[in-house]
């Protein structure tokens, strides 16, 4: 569980930081995206899961005491 709170915490830390930082960046970014195909969007979704599966297992790897592992 707290691994869980870890990670929605530090999503919504970063998500923060977008819209703090760079609220009408946000917006040419979002008008960018829908005009990317659906599919498109779909693998790059998939890339990134993909991605951010590697970036812990990588962590829990390297620093496993630290996680709990």
Known sequence: M???LLAIGLVLVVEGL???LAP???EELIKALAD???ET???L???CMAL???LVWLAKSAFGG???G
């Open 45 to 47: 979704g998939l890339a």
């Open 52 to 54: 951010g599966v590697v």
């Open 2 to 4: 707290t691994h869980i």
């Open 66 to 68: 630290a996680f709990g």
């Open 18 to 20: 977008v819209f703090a």
């Open 24 to 26: 009408s960046r946000l």
């Open 36 to 38: 990317i195909p659906h």
């Open 41 to 43: 969007r779909r693998m």
